[in-house]
Nanobody, 124 residues
Framework: QVQLVESGGGLVQAGGSLRLSCGASGGTFNTYAMGWFRQAPGKEREFVAA????????YYHDSVKGRFTISRDNAKKTVYLQMNSSKLEDTAIYYC?????????????????WGQGTQVTVSS
């Protein structure tokens, strides 16, 4: 059983930056691919980014490519999401996700473990 705890959410102005963190416990961190999803009001939870177990490979939704960067520190059992050039449409609750399969991290319905979420609000 893996427990995930997100932090770093908050209010950011459009064009600004924010870094989300997700700490993991209860499992062998480097055996899990990690990812970030988000859910805006009235919308389904959507994939944002994922990173392989070693950190060598990363994957992004087209809407965040070039603006967001996912990274991980296996020694600290933490995954990060650096959000740059924020847009109003990035406003959502951001969820950390873990799964032994990176492929299952591309769809919300197949993820094994979730964090509780952290709110990100982008203001104009």
């Amino acid at each position: 059983q893996v427990q995930l705890v997100e932090s770093g959410g908050g209010l950011v102005q459009a064009g600004g930056s924010l870094r989300l963190s997700c700490g993991a416990s209860g499992g062998t961190f480097n055996t899990y691919a990690m990812g970030w999803f988000r859910q805006a009001p009235g919308k389904e939870r959507e994939f944002v980014a994922a990173i392989s177990r070693s950190g060598d490979s990363t994957y992004y939704h087209d809407s965040v490519k070039g603006r967001f960067t996912i990274s991980r520190d296996n020694a600290k059992k933490t995954v990060y999401l650096q959000m740059n050039s924020s847009k109003l449409e990035d406003t959502a609750i951001y969820y950390c996700a873990a799964d032994r399969s990176r492929v299952r991290l591309t769809a919300a319905g197949t993820v094994s473990y979730w964090g509780q979420g952290t709110q990100v609000t982008v203001s104009s």
